[in-house]
T-cell receptor
């Protein structure tokens, strides 16, 4: 089966850096994605790692190590609006087609 | 380009009833997937449709079903509702193509279903 683990809650100070880790166990792994969801809102895509290494998009970076089945999302220069839930998601191969499975989500609270 | 549209936004039903939720994907997207979101459970995959065919199914009972029309619009049906079916049901669309592509999922705002 598939499983993803990420911390349930993280608190960080405005202007600081926070790292949200994600470990996964799956077969036919293709890539790791990250989504952000504000309370009452729809999840929105942040980043995708198909290969090992770091992907940077503005203040957000995401890292993947396929050999360790591990990835993380790094948020720099935290802003109050970054308070949201962050989900890691694995894309794997099941039943002949790709399938996306989400972690339980990490609720990030940014404090002044 | 219009985003993913889900209707209705809110729904209240009683146990034993059935419900149909609707999802209109982004124009040109042929894949529609459905997720159930409850507090503490994250997003749980229900099923995915591509070109009117169900390609993948999650671990939900047969009371949960869906379909996709030729215009890629999708509906999800839950029969014999139970209290535990109360959740936010999210639909996501994507191009649905490619095995190793950076394929983003675009989510609708969801339908909040309450079963009383």
């Amino acid at each position: 089966g598939q499983s993803l683990e990420q911390p349930s809650e993280v608190t960080a100070v405005e202007g600081a850096i926070v790292q949200i880790n994600c470990t996964y166990q799956t077969s036919g792994f293709y890539g790791l994605s990250w989504y952000q969801q504000h309370d009452g809102g729809a999840p929105t895509f942040l980043s995708y790692n198909g290969l090992d290494g770091l992907e940077e998009t503005g203040r957000f970076s995401s890292f993947l190590s396929r050999s360790d089945s591990y990835g993380y999302l790094l948020l720099q220069e935290l802003q109050m609006k970054d308070s949201a839930s962050y989900f890691c998601a694995v894309r794997d191969f099941r039943g002949g087609y790709q399938k996306v499975t989400f972690g339980i989500g990490t609720k990030l609270q940014v404090i002044p | 380009k219009a985003g993913v549209t889900q209707t209705p936004r809110y729904l209240i039903k009683t146990r034993g009833q059935q419900v149909t939720l609707s999802c209109s994907p982004i124009s040109g997207h042929r894949s529609v997937s459905w997720y159930q979101q409850t507090p503490g459970q994250g997003l749980q995959f229900l099923f995915e449709y591509f070109s009117e065919t169900q390609r993948n199914k999650g671990n939900f009972p047969g009371r949960f079903s869906g379909r996709q029309f030729s215009n890629s619009r999708s509906e999800m049906n839950v029969s014999t509702l139970e209290l535990g079916d109360s959740a936010l049901y999210l639909c996501a669309s994507s191009t649905g193509q490619g095995q190793r592509t950076n394929e983003k999922l675009f989510f609708g705002s969801g339908t909040q279903l309450s079963v009383l």
